[in-house]
């Protein structure tokens, strides 16, 4: 079974800041992904990387396979990104389906 | 195109009713997910199914109940609710060979 842990639990930032969040898990995986959840509730995906990096605006995810280790970055943080952020890997057997997640990051950006 | 789509959005039960939450995708993908989501917690599997006509256990089962009326369609159902269910329910679907999940927007259920 994959563990996954995620941390800060909550981060807090001003706005304009440059956001890490980090992301280690327990068994080798073949992609690992990033969601975000604003707070009325929805879960979007934002990332699926199997190596190295990915970007998407100001948003980047980067991947360490032999550290089994992922962070996401967010450049120029705005109020808009204030979010939970949870990333999840692929399980392999056990009776959690196809992903386990992480516990999540609440990002709170003030202006 | 919508995606996957819950219902209700919010409920309110008393303890030992019955309800059942709708889900359903349009996406055509053969796995679907219940998860449930508590506070410090991350997203638990309740049940899943792999494709049109089974379904399995996943984490936390007990007390629930699921269909899968077809490839389009995921119901889970809670035959005599309890305080302890009282949680945000997440339908997801993801097609074969991916682990990418596509999640519906959450029902809040509260059970007095």
């Known amino acids: 079974k994959n563990e996954v842990e995620q941390s800060p639990q909550n981060l807090t930032a001003q706005e304009g800041e440059f956001i890490t969040i980090n992301c280690s898990y327990s068994?080798?995986?073949?992609?690992l992904h990033w969601l975000q959840q604003h707070p009325g509730g929805g879960i979007v995906s934002l990332f699926m990387?199997?190596?190295g990096k990915k970007k998407h605006g100001r948003l980047i995810a980067t991947i360490n396979i032999q550290e089994k280790h992922s962070s996401l970055h967010i450049t120029a943080s705005h109020p808009r990104d204030s979010a939970v952020y949870i990333c999840?890997?692929?399980?392999?057997?056990?009776?959690?389906?196809?992903?386990?997640f992480g516990k999540g990051t609440k990002l709170s950006v003030k202006p | 195109n919508a995606g996957v789509t819950q219902t209700p959005k919010f409920q309110v039960l008393k303890t030992g009713q019955s309800m059942t939450l709708q889900c359903a995708q349009d996406?055509?993908?053969?796995?679907m997910y219940w998860y449930r989501q508590d506070p410090g917690m991350g997203l638990r599997l309740i049940y899943y199914?792999?494709?049109?006509?089974?379904?399995d256990k996943g984490e936390v089962p007990n007390g629930y109940n699921v269909s899968r009326l077809n490839k389009r369609e995921f119901s889970l159902r809670l035959e005599s609710a309890a305080p302890s269910q009282t949680s945000v329910y997440f339908c997801?679907?993801?097609?074969?060979?991916?682990?990418?999940?596509?999640f519906g927007q959450g029902t809040r259920l509260t059970v007095v």
């Open positions: 996406m055509n993908h053969n796995s």
């Open positions: 990387l199997s190596s």
């Open positions: 068994v080798g995986i073949s992609a």
């Open positions: 999840a890997a692929p399980n392999y057997g056990g009776s959690q389906g196809n992903l386990i």
């Open positions: 997801a679907s993801s097609a074969e060979g991916t682990t990418e999940a596509f």
């Open positions: 199914s792999a494709s049109e006509g089974t379904t």
